[in-house]
């Protein structure tokens, strides 16, 4: 029995238990995501310009009818693209109101990117697509719909 319980013994101590450098490093990883962080409402509007940014930059002169080309970009950013027209169809309140303004904005004003709360959790990110006409001047021809929840808008801010 004394030497069952040595030999037990000795195994047990005998496997160190370390752990790979790559496994160190996805342990670092993931305390470090899940430790509390303060941010401001000026670093979430940041963070969520520049996510924004990104993903229409990528859209942007590409045909976006392909629904692999935005599923993978929803996977990848796991967030929700729309491409808001005026006669886009399950528009939510807050799209509606920045379609208005991006369709009846004055002729020579410059239409902007957008970052605005779309309910509790999440933020929407718009860039409006504008099509120059034969005389110089700019229309309004959709917009870039990006809602993005906040929590991956905070993980994604550099410290």
Same mark, same amino acid.
């Given at each position: 029995?004394?030497?069952?319980?040595?030999?037990?013994?000795?195994?047990?101590?005998?496997?160190?238990?370390?752990?790979?450098?790559?496994?160190?490093?996805?342990?670092?990883?993931?305390?470090?995501?899940?430790?509390?962080?303060?941010?401001?409402?000026?670093?979430?509007?940041?963070?969520?310009? *520049?996510?924004?940014?990104? =993903?229409? /930059?990528? @859209?942007?002169?590409? +045909?976006?009818?392909?629904?692999?080309?935005?599923?993978?970009?929803?996977?990848?950013?796991?967030?929700?693209?729309?491409?808001?027209?005026?006669?886009?169809?399950?528009?939510?309140?807050?799209?509606?109101?920045?379609?208005?303004?991006?369709?009846?904005?004055?002729?020579?004003?410059?239409?902007?990117?957008?970052?605005?709360?779309?309910?509790?959790?999440?933020? *929407?990110?718009?860039?409006? =697509?504008? /099509?120059? @006409?034969?005389?110089? +001047?700019?229309?309004?021809?959709?917009?870039?719909?990006?809602?993005?929840?906040?929590?991956?808008?905070?993980?994604?801010?550099?410290?």
């Amino acid at each position: 029995m004394n030497r069952c319980l040595t030999v037990g013994l000795i195994i047990l101590f005998g496997c160190g238990g370390t752990l790979t450098d790559e496994q160190r490093k996805k342990a670092k990883k993931d305390m470090a995501d899940h430790a509390l962080k303060k941010v401001t409402e000026a670093q979430i509007t940041e963070s969520a310009f *520049l996510l924004g940014r990104t =993903i229409a /930059k990528f @859209l942007e002169g590409k +045909s976006v009818s392909s629904s692999v080309v935005l599923d993978s970009l929803q996977s990848k950013y796991q967030s929700r693209i729309t491409m808001l027209s005026t006669t886009s169809k399950f528009k939510s309140e807050t799209e509606t109101q920045l379609l208005d303004a991006y369709v009846n904005a004055p002729a020579n004003t410059e239409l902007t990117d957008n970052v605005q709360r779309a309910g509790k959790d999440s933020i *929407l990110y718009t860039k409006p =697509i504008t /099509k120059t @006409l034969p005389d110089g +001047s700019k229309r309004f021809n959709y917009a870039i719909g990006v809602t993005i929840p906040k929590k991956i808008v905070v993980l994604s801010i550099k410290e």
